[in-house]
């Protein structure tokens, strides 16, 4: 799937990705490849991206939004 970090500072992150991990307001959740259309509010802490080879990139998170598109996008907007 293609996951888009972006800030206030421009973007973070671009690229194709076999999975994000972060806590939003309702719990931890896992995004994986063609889940279906969410929209969620973030929580502060650090978010995982998952790479194809299995490792994982760190990503600090304030507060944010996630929005997985139907197209197999996730948009992730962070402060």
């Known amino acids: 799937m293609k996951l888009n970090v972006i800030s206030l500072k421009g973007v973070e992150f671009t690229g194709d990705v076999a999975g994000f991990n972060v806590k939003t307001t309702s719990g931890e959740i896992t995004i994986l490849e063609h889940h279906r259309p969410l ?3 973030l929580k502060n802490g650090t978010a995982y991206i998952m790479q194809h ?3 994982g990139l760190p990503v600090e998170i304030n507060s ?3 929005e997985m598109s139907p197209d197999n996008e996730l948009n992730v907007l962070v402060n």
């Open 39 to 41: 929209i969620t509010i």
């Open 53 to 55: 080879d299995g490792s």
């Open 64 to 66: 944010g939004f996630l």
